[in-house]
């Protein structure tokens, strides 16, 4: 097997992101995956080109772009094939039936994937379309990586998906104003057996009279729950690691338990009903 | 409403269970209920009366009792009515289907319920049969209370459930071996917005040749994540605090986010199938 199959170089670029300030933030990218030696994966926080707090939906569609057919495609694209590595970055996609939370993810020969935030948080419900379909896992050079965006992680059915459909690494595109995720991402990686990359903002947004601070402290955590690397809460910082990927394929908790194998999913019935059916007793 | 049901004292009694020493372990948790004054919900370990550690399936079956017509039961049912207090404890179930590593639930007016635990860890897989149905929650002057065991907690999906039935406590039988359950509890009950009561053991069990440590640690945790009480690894002790249930009546994160009404059921149909559909993009 190629190195990159066994043990890749996978981490997050965290920066600030300048509100409205497309050229600017596509420069800071490019300096951080420039900077990135030897990366296999990098990923790039929520909507990480144009900023978070738009002011209304309007707006939202003034930034958007169609999925493969934009400006973020096209530098995503390019970066990937000129840096060899596989990259990940939230961003506004425009489509007929509104603008979705997007995350693209391009790998070095130049494909692109895409997926549409299935858990909006808080005003983004006003401002997006909620995806449409469950969270894809993309075979990469650097593994196989699952993708979700940032409030996903709150509902443990997004990671324990991503898991099932055999990722190894979970893509995390975040825009954090709280500091749960970084905590809890031990829970949704030792339940899951995955690496996670949670790829933070930092600074502070002010628009609209809204005023943001993003929590910062991007990281990588592996299948046991232990943080490899971590960013502080308002640096900017590439954070990289080596990882195992072994670890990711090995779902054993000990030798007679499996995280996946010893669900019960014929009792699991309620966690995919619209609503519930089970009675008090 | 009743007292209870705004404001319940809910814990639990961790101590020393003595392998084979039924009536000793027995005036143990008649001690340690009689001690808990004003509680409503009291929580004891998982094969709290019998000790963990069987030999063999054989042995499993001389400590095992059938649901509501053995020791445990009478045991139990006497014990809530006299103290007036929900109880919960694990016992050994006899069934002409083998033997389920179960827990049995008491009201004070003398209702048993009872459920199977479903995710068996290590060992328990030689020595009993999976629980057959999913987790109950039960009406109670304490509250909704729902029931899981042990390595449960690792699973998601039995917490998940619980919620989505309604529980505002999750009454957590365990006898832990290692310290991540206490640590990921954090994880569930914000999740969920639920209170946990994790009942573990404390000392040393060595039963042919296999010395087990238990890591008490019991703890009492909030919809918000917060421990409220927890015990230490090592010493017998009576853990209670009056908790508000309306903390886990309320699913929002913000006023915008409901952690139950956001899940996106229609795109979780991996989580209840045998085998996982999905493919790689």
Redesign the interface.
Known sequence: MRKEEVVPKIGFAQYEVEFGEYDKNTATITRLAESAKGADLLVFPELGLTGYEFKDAREVERYAEPFGAGPTSETLKKLAKRLKMTLAIGYPEYTTRGCFNSAMLATPDGKL?NYRK??????E?ELFT?????P????TPAG?VGLMIC?DW????TA??LA???AQIIAHPSNLVLN?CQ??M???C??NAVFAVTANRIGVETRAGRKLRFTGASQVVDPK?DTLVKATEAEEYVGLVDVDLALADDKH??P??D?LE?????????????Q?Q????
């Open positions: 994937h299935l858990h909006l948080f808080s005003r419900k909620p995806g449409d379909a469950e894809p896992v993309i075979k196989r409030f709150f509902f443990p059915e324990r998906i099932l459909k055999g749960w905590r809890a031990f829970c949704r030792l339940e729950g908790v000990t007679l338990d995280r010893d669900r019960r999913p014929e009792h699991y019935g309620a966690l995919a009903e619209a519930t089970g009675t008090l007793a």
